[in-house]
């Protein structure tokens, strides 16, 4: 899937596909998209012959989750929930990606950069 879907100058940073023993077969694509100065979407598309996309920008996110059984070990694989302050999603589940640390590692440094830009302040309270 190419990042044009948005415009020609977007760029996708990182995408993958959901695994089934670590293998790619999965009609459920998620990609990282980042038009330099506009914004950086983390997008999840379902489907073949029709489809269906979630989008979350990045700086929504609030915090991220890496589940690994001991079978996704073995493959390499895990499941990232991405808990965000989204209208139409709270949470966002990357199943059985590749590499899901540095998946998380990366999308926890965009979300960073990305609050900087657009300049939100995430602060929590404890009662």
């Known amino acids: 899937m190419k990042a044009n879907m948005y415009d020609s100058t977007a760029e996708v940073l990182w995408s993958d596909r959901k695994r089934w023993c670590g293998l790619p077969w999965s009609f459920t694509r ?3 998209i980042r038009k330099q100065g506009q914004f950086a979407k983390l997008v999840n598309i379902n489907g073949f012959l029709t489809s269906h996309s979630e989008e979350i920008n ?3 996110v609030d915090d991220l989750e890496v589940y690994q ?3 996704d070990k073995m493959f390499g694989v895990g499941t990232i929930t991405v808990y965000c302050k989204d209208a139409s999603c709270d949470k ?3 199943k059985n990606v590749k590499d899901p640390y540095k ?3 990366l999308l926890d440094h ?4 990305d609050r900087a830009r657009v300049g939100v302040r ?3 309270m404890q009662i």
Request: glycine residues 0%.
């Open 30 to 32: 998620y990609m990282i």
């Open 58 to 60: 990045l700086y929504r």
């Open 69 to 71: 059984s001991i079978t």
């Open 92 to 94: 966002l589940i990357l």
């Open 103 to 105: 998946v998380r590692q």
């Open 110 to 113: 965009l979300v960073n950069e």
């Open 122 to 124: 995430h602060t929590e």
